[in-house]
T-cell receptor
Framework: RKEVEQDPGPFNVPEGATVAFNCTYS??????FFWYRQDCRKEPKLLMS???SGNEDGRFTAQLNRASQYISLLIRDSKLSDSATYLC????????????FGKGTLLTVNP | DGGITQSPKYLFRKEGQNVTLSCEQN?????MYWYRQDPGQGLRLIYY???????QKGDIAEGYSVSREKKESFPLTVTSAQKNPTAFYLC??????????????FGPGTRLTVT
C-alpha cells in the first residue's frame, strides 16, 4: 500500500452537490491527519485537522477510521469557490514533523 | 500581519549556478520546512528544522543545503549538484507543542526554472 493514497479524480459536480473524498494511509502508528486545499499554482492551505471523534466546520466534515486506516472529507452544498485540489496529509513514521502528502484530488464545481 | 513570506515568486537560473531561496516567518513558529512540488506529484520534504542551529534531512535532501541561524529565517540553497532543480518550492512552519498535531502553514512558494 502506498503511504498516502487518494483517488486522483477529477471530480466534476454541480453547485449544491455533496461530494466525498477518501484517503488511505499505510502506517497504523500515524497520529496526525489533515486536509489541505490547494488552488492552481498556489500554496496548500490548511482546511481542517482530523480528530479521532470526527469534526465538522460548516459545510465540511472530516472523519477518521483507524481500524481501516482511512480518512474522509465530505463537502455539502458545494460552491463554485470549492473548486481546488484537496490534499490528504498524514504523519508517517511516528514523527510529528514529517508529514506525507497525497497527490491530491481535483474537484471542479460547475454552475 | 503574521505570515510566511518567500521571495522571489519566480526565479530563473542557468544550469550550474547555485541559487538561494528565501523564507521568513513572523508567526513565532519553532519549526520550519522546505518542500518541492512537481506537476502531478505530492509535496516532498527536502529539509526541516525544529530549532535554531539545527536541521534534519528530509526525503530528498541531495543537492540542497539549508541554514537556521535565526528563528524567523530558513533559507534554502539549490546547488548545481541537484539534478532536476526546476520545481515549485514551498516553505512552511509550525508551532512545536506537545499535542501530536503539528499543523503546517505555507508560504506562497517560489517557482524555480533552471535552463
Amino acid at each position: 500500500r502506498k503511504e498516502v493514497e487518494q483517488d486522483p479524480g477529477p471530480f466534476n459536480v454541480p453547485e449544491g452537490a455533496t461530494v466525498a473524498f477518501n484517503c488511505t494511509y499505510s502506517n497504523s502508528a500515524s497520529q496526525s491527519f489533515f486536509w489541505y486545499r490547494q488552488d492552481c499554482r498556489k500554496e496548500p492551505k490548511l482546511l481542517m485537522s482530523v480528530y479521532s471523534s470526527g469534526n465538522e466546520d460548516g459545510r465540511f466534515t472530516a472523519q477518521l477510521n483507524r481500524a481501516s486506516q482511512y480518512i474522509s472529507l465530505l463537502i455539502r452544498d458545494s460552491k463554485l469557490s470549492d473548486s481546488a485540489t484537496y490534499l490528504c496529509v498524514v504523519n508517517i513514521g511516528g514523527s510529528n514533523y514529517k508529514l506525507t502528502f497525497g497527490k491530491g484530488t481535483l474537484l471542479t464545481v460547475n454552475p | 500581519d503574521g505570515g510566511i513570506t518567500q521571495s522571489p515568486k519566480y526565479l530563473f537560473r542557468k544550469e550550474g549556478q547555485n541559487v538561494t531561496l528565501s523564507c521568513e516567518q513572523n508567526l513565532n513558529h519553532d519549526a520550519m520546512y522546505w518542500y518541492r512540488q512537481d506537476p502531478g506529484q505530492g509535496l516532498r520534504l527536502i529539509y526541516y528544522s525544529q530549532i535554531v542551529n539545527d536541521f534534519q534531512k528530509g526525503d530528498i535532501a541531495e543537492g540542497y543545503s539549508v541554514s537556521r541561524e535565526k528563528k524567523e529565517s530558513f533559507p534554502l540553497t539549490v546547488t548545481s549538484a541537484q539534478k532536476n532543480p526546476t520545481a515549485f518550492y514551498l516553505c512552511a512552519s509550525s508551532i512545536d507543542r506537545a499535542e501530536p498535531t503539528y499543523e503546517q502553514y505555507f508560504g506562497p512558494g517560489t517557482r524555480l526554472t533552471v535552463t
